[in-house]
């Protein structure tokens, strides 16, 4: 039976373990997954616990998505692109892989109706995700990045990095708080955890304002999945712009961490039905 599980802090928000499971049955496999609370000062007894205790694999989320790369003994062209990790696969000799699946479910999250080359991005928030994010988007084709961060000092690294990997791309960071106008952006992405369930839930990081500027060929990404319709993808959806939900982002990561463990391909139907009948 597949031991899995994953590992992050708070966790009490997470739902892949229902997802995880479904999909398992999908393809008839039966496996334990456990939700394992890793605050970062844990990660190394975390670790330690992992190895000794004979798992399969393991997701990883925030905040431990750069760290755990520190602790791998290989990666994925993804992981090394994007310089964090999400999935893990342990190997028989108990040494790590790494990958990162939060690009395949960003990119394929997005209807391929489409056309982003060539087109200009925002990105609300410089973590993990939004670096999944930038890597999705380049191969996508787009041309122009804004970055719009609470705290710009602290975004320095993630600016760094891209610039540093995708040098064809412009990259541009701007308080959170100055909002520019967005009408010549055509995809927004909120990486932040704003709106999500238990933390600002009431809350959206643009103002209804910003919305209204937009136009109605703009696309809202919301990666919060919890709940699904956030307040910023409601308010979307009230002024007509297309918008595309963290929910199947989120599934369609968890089921390339399956094939990753598997070697087969999980019913992301099934998975979704899961996942929606938990949240």
Request: with cysteine; proline share 4%.
């Amino acid at each position: 039976m597949l031991k899995l599980g994953i590992i992050g802090y708070p966790l009490g928000h997470s739902i892949s373990a229902v997802i995880q499971k479904a999909g398992l049955k999908s393809i008839g496999l039966e496996g334990s997954y456990d939700v394992m609370e890793t605050p970062p000062e844990e990660l190394i007894n975390r670790i330690k616990y992992i190895k000794a205790n004979n798992y399969t694999g393991f997701n990883v989320t925030i905040p431990l998505k750069v760290p755990m790369s520190l602790f791998l003994d290989d990666i994925d062209d993804y992981a090394n692109i994007a310089g964090c990790v999400n999935t893990v696969k342990v190997n028989e000799d108990k040494t790590f892989y790494g990958y990162n699946t939060d690009i395949y479910g960003f990119k394929t999250a997005i209807p391929t109706e489409i056309n982003l080359k060539n087109k200009n991005a925002s990105i609300l928030g410089t973590g993990g995700a939004a670096r999944a994010a930038v890597v999705g988007l380049a191969e996508l084709g787009i041309k122009e990045i804004d970055f719009y961060s609470r705290n710009i000092i602290n975004s320095k690294q993630t600016l760094d990095y891209v610039r540093a990997k995708f040098p064809e791309i412009i990259f541009n960071v701007y308080q959170i708080q100055n909002i520019r106008d967005l009408k010549q952006t055509s995809i927004i992405v909120n990486s932040t955890p704003i709106g999500m369930k238990g933390f600002m839930a009431d809350q959206m990081p643009l103002e209804p304002s910003d919305l209204d500027k937009l136009t109605d060929e703009t696309i809202i990404y919301d990666i919060v999945y919890n709940p699904v319709k956030t307040v910023l993808i409601k308010e979307a959806e009230k002024r007509g712009l297309k918008t595309i939900t963290g929910l199947d982002m989120l599934i369609f990561q968890a089921q390339r961490a399956i094939e990753i463990w598997t070697n087969k391909t999980p019913d992301v139907n099934l998975m979704k039905i899961a996942a929606l009948e938990a949240l």
